[in-house]
C-alpha cells in the first residue's frame, strides 16, 4: 500500500491563483480530512469527509473548497490564494470512525508546502 | 469546547536519561486521547492512543503515556531517550460525543535529545 499521498510537494502561486491539492488513499478509508499546519498553532482541521459524497467544514474553512466524488480522493481547493494560506498542508484518513472496533487513529500524508506571494 | 494544551515549547533530555512531554485536555465527556510525532519534512506518525481501559498505555518506539483523568493529563513519557527521539511531539483529543469525529491538536513540543 502506498498509504496517504499528496501532490504537490511544493508549490508557489501569487496571489488570487486558485489550484488544488491533491490526496488519494489506497486503504478503502472512510474518513478523510485536511489539515494545515502553522508555526506554533500546531494543526488546524480545514474540511472533512466521513464518506463519498459527504463532507463538513473544520475549524478554519474558509477560502477552501472539497468534494469527495470517490473513497480514494479527497482534493482541496483553494479559490482565490491569499498570503494568510501559506502553510503546510496535510491529508490524513482513517480506517473506520463508527462501531465497537472502530480505530480512530489518522494516517497522515507527507504534506504539501504552499507559499502565497 | 475541547482544547489540548502543550505547556512546554521545548524539552531538552540527554541520552539514556527518561523524559516527558506534558499534555493537558479539556474535553466533554470522555476522551479519545492521542500522541503523534513529527520529523523534519514529513508527515505526523502515530505513536499511540487512549480510549478505554488500563491508564498506562504502550505504544511505538518504546514510549508510553498515562491518562489520568483527575488532572486532565496525558503525559507521553520514555524511560531511556534516544538522539533518534528528537522531533516534534504533539498531543490530541476527541470527545467520545463528538459526532463530527475531529480531533483538537496541541500546539506541539520539540523534543531534543542531546548525545
Known amino acids: 500500500n502506498a498509504g496517504v499521498t499528496q501532490t504537490p510537494k511544493f508549490q508557489v502561486l501569487k496571489t488570487g491563483q486558485s489550484m488544488t491539492l491533491q490526496c488519494a488513499q489506497d486503504m478503502n478509508h472512510e474518513y478523510m480530512s485536511w489539515y494545515r499546519q502553522d508555526p506554533g498553532m500546531g494543526l488546524r482541521l480545514i474540511h472533512y469527509s466521513v464518506g463519498a459524497g459527504i463532507t463538513d467544514q473544520g475549524e478554519v474553512p474558509n477560502g477552501y473548497n472539497v468534494s469527495r466524488s470517490t473513497t480514494e480522493d479527497f482534493p482541496l481547493r483553494l479559490l482565490s490564494a491569499a498570503p494568510s494560506q501559506t502553510s503546510v498542508y496535510f491529508c490524513?484518513?482513517?480506517?473506520?470512525?463508527?462501531?465497537?472496533?472502530?480505530?480512530?487513529?489518522?494516517?497522515f500524508g507527507p504534506g504539501t508546502r504552499l507559499t502565497v506571494t | 469546547a475541547q482544547s489540548v494544551a502543550q505547556p512546554e515549547d521545548q524539552v531538552n533530555v540527554a541520552e539514556g536519561n527518561p523524559l516527558t512531554v506534558k499534555c493537558t485536555y479539556s474535553?466533554?465527556?470522555?476522551?479519545?486521547l492521542f500522541w503523534y510525532v513529527q520529523y523534519p519534512n514529513r508527515g505526523l506518525q502515530f505513536l499511540l492512543k487512549?480510549?478505554?481501559?488500563?491508564?498506562l498505555v504502550k505504544g511505538s518506539y518504546g514510549f508510553e503515556a498515562e491518562f489520568n483523568k483527575s488532572q486532565t493529563s496525558f503525559h507521553l513519557k520514555k524511560p531511556s531517550a534516544l538522539v533518534s527521539d528528537s522531533a516534534l511531539y504533539f498531543c490530541?483529543?476527541?470527545?467520545?460525543?463528538?459526532?463530527?469525529?475531529?480531533?483538537?491538536f496541541g500546539s506541539g513540543t520539540r523534543l531534543l535529545v542531546r548525545p
Open positions: 490530541a483529543v476527541r470527545g467520545w460525543m463528538d459526532s463530527s469525529y475531529k480531533l483538537i
Open positions: 474535553v466533554s465527556g470522555n476522551p479519545y
Open positions: 487512549y480510549i478505554t481501559g488500563d491508564n
Open positions: 490524513a484518513s482513517s480506517y473506520s470512525i463508527t462501531g465497537v472496533e472502530a480505530s480512530y487513529e489518522q494516517y
